[in-house]
């Protein structure tokens, strides 16, 4: 009793659990569009009860920049002088960081476009290289969602002195890629310490609502009845095995016992019976013949 006591304590003060999930990824590569539609209608619902969503954009890096200039120059593929780079044969690499950018602060101005956002740009733009821009502004238009703080989330994560070219800036969130060291060119997924890249999305599932074993999620609710009737359904149907099991040792040992009792029947010797013989009025046995 007191058990459950302590349970309703916990959920009613809403313990919000430190979890991060991190998700590495290269902007050329589309691998993680299955993960990214199939995660999208329940992320809000575990943010809310304190999911670190981590992204770890991959890039590339500028070696000679600093040799050449101590990334004082401005490079046409490169923000930071150098610091942080893209390539692409369609489009400057600025515009793929850019894009980095834009994806980030959408995260965390505007969390509840985040998915839909990404995988749109990644399904349409994507395919649009040297349309990526107006493409991605298409997507804010059409959905009559304004992008104030975004474009203000990008203006602001850029930092350096006021009369630098922005080109040559640092910028926080590209500081933040690099520390993560991110060089994978494929899609990766970690839940805290465990990596789940390979993981069939339901135990991937199943390992998120174990991280928050005492929130009210409710896709864990689903997932935990799911679970409950896999649960009823093996139990009975052991039951049913084990009942079959029990009739046929029922009707072998029967069997067997009936087949004891007919053995012993046919092979058991049979008992003399002496008949009495009449002659005349004098009853004669065999043993007075």
Not at 56 to 78: G, I
């Amino acid at each position: 009793m007191l058990f459950f006591i302590l349970i309703s304590l916990v959920q009613s003060i809403d313990v919000r659990p430190n979890v991060n999930l991190t998700i590495g990824l290269d902007f050329m590569d589309n691998s993680h569009l299955p993960f990214f539609e199939q995660f999208q209608p329940y992320f809000l619902d575990f943010k809310q009860k304190g999911l670190n969503l981590i992204i770890a954009q991959h890039l590339l890096p500028c070696y000679s920049c600093f040799t050449r200039h101590q990334y004082k120059q401005p490079e046409s593929n490169c923000f930071g002088g150098g610091q942080y780079c893209q390539f692409s044969e369609s489009v400057s690499g600025q515009t793929i960081l850019t894009e980095m950018l834009r994806q980030q602060c959408i995260l965390e101005e505007e969390p509840q476009y985040y998915f839909n956002y990404t995988i749109y740009f990644s399904q349409q733009c994507m395919q649009l290289p040297s349309e990526m821009k107006s493409c991605s502004e298409n997507y804010f238009l059409n959905n009559n969602i304004s992008t104030q703080s975004i474009d203000n989330c990008i203006e602001n994560s850029f930092e350096g002195q006021s009369d630098q070219f922005q080109s040559l800036k640092t910028n926080r969130i590209l500081d933040q890629y690099k520390q993560l060291q991110y060089n994978k060119t494929k899609f990766a997924l970690n839940l805290d310490d465990q990596d789940l890249t390979n993981t069939p999305f339901k135990q991937i599932m199943n390992q998120l609502c174990k991280k928050f074993e005492y929130a009210s999620i409710p896709a864990c609710g689903v997932i935990k009845a799911d679970s409950i009737q896999k649960t009823n359904l093996l139990e009975k149907i052991f039951l049913v095995l084990f009942a079959i099991i029990i009739i046929l040792i029922i009707v072998q040992g029967t069997l067997s016992l009936f087949s004891n009792l007919q053995f012993k029947t046919f092979f058991s010797p049979k008992s003399r019976i002496t008949i009495p013989k009449l002659e005349k009025d004098h009853i004669i046995q065999d043993d007075d013949v």
